[in-house]
């Protein structure tokens, strides 16, 4: 007789393994994949765009534990809630996890000033990390799935998330199965970032523009996820703060990228800055053809003034 299907994912039985005596977290262990993923992503990228690989490195060494601190002090601030009653709590990475804007924010923060430092275009390496950034986020949240945490409201879906009774947040102990908005968020992470690679490549998109669609696209979809979960968070007229951070966020994003690409080109700048035609220096082929015009007029007037002169001397004789 055939198995029915399962029309449902299981939860893993277990979050960590042991190696030996050390017990290893698998929310600790994507987190470490996807940065790790993320480095190697930029270098190429970063290395592609003419800038030295080496930067990648040092920039994540500064940048990946502001991150993290960033990440932390994000979750702390709007979900004291879930701040582990101990008193390393507020600093308990492993229990209740990072907040992804705090820490992006924190490690922009810290990985321009290393990039400035080194004299590198700063604008230029935030589009060489953006689709790393969002592999990286993806695949971390592959450690909420192991965590069984972050998941949204119940469902009958074949892919819904069998959540066990004491992992379900109060109010929802008779349903069993949930939105695995984890996995919406890794599919829509991946999807996105493939569409920056695709427009890094086929379109001419002014720097930062990826890293601010990066922000308006990653924001926009955490909308939508924000409206299907329900764990624990801080509300505001009914709505859950994230979600008023997502909708901020996305409108920052899409207004960054409007201007960056509304901004004048640096050829075009220097050309204004020279007193001349901003065109002219957008078409030099154009420009060249009317100095060769000109050029040629000037030394026909020339061949005409002498003749002129010549039959004047005539005259005179």
């Not at 709007?78 to 804007?101: K, N, Q, R």
């Amino acid at each position: 007789m055939a198995r029915p299907f399962l029309a449902y994912i299981p939860s893993p039985s277990t979050n960590a393994f042991h190696i030996g005596p050390l017990e290893i977290h698998f929310y600790a262990l994507m987190y470490l994949v996807g940065i790790t993923l993320a480095i190697i992503i930029t270098r190429r990228r970063w290395t592609a765009a003419g800038g030295n690989p080496d930067l990648v490195g040092d920039v994540a060494l500064w940048a990946v534990p502001a991150g993290i601190v960033g990440g932390r002090i994000y979750f702390d601030i709007t979900t004291p809630m879930d701040i582990p009653h101990v008193w390393y709590g507020v600093f308990a990475v492993w229990d209740g996890g990072l907040g992804i804007w705090g820490g992006i924010a924190l490690a922009a923060v810290v990985g321009l000033w290393r990039i400035r430092k080194a004299g590198a275009d700063g604008k230029l390496f935030m589009d060489a990390v953006a689709p790393a950034l969002l592999v990286a986020q993806g695949i971390g949240r592959i450690g909420n799935y192991f965590n069984k945490e972050l998941f949204g409201g119940p469902t009958t879906l074949p892919w819904g998330l069998q959540i066990p009774v004491q992992y379900r947040p109060a109010g929802y102990l008779q349903y069993s199965t949930f939105h695995p908005t984890f996995l919406y968020e890794l599919i829509w992470d991946f999807s996105l970032a493939a569409v920056l690679v695709w427009l890094g490549h086929h379109r001419s998109i002014r720097p930062p523009g990826l890293f601010a669609l990066y922000v308006a696209g990653y924001s926009a979809f955490r909308i939508f996820e924000e409206s299907l979960r329900v764990d624990s968070s801080v509300y505001i007229f009914g709505l859950r703060l994230n979600m008023y951070v997502a909708i901020i966020l996305t409108i920052v994003g899409l207004v960054w990228f409007y201007r960056s690409q509304r901004r004048p080109s640096a050829l075009a700048v220097s050309a204004e800055d020279a007193g001349g035609n901003p065109a002219s220096a957008e078409e030099p082929e154009g420009q060249l053809i009317e100095e060769q015009a000109a050029g040629e007029q000037a030394a026909g007037e020339q061949v005409t003034r002498g003749q002129k002169n010549a039959e004047v001397s005539d005259g005179r004789a």
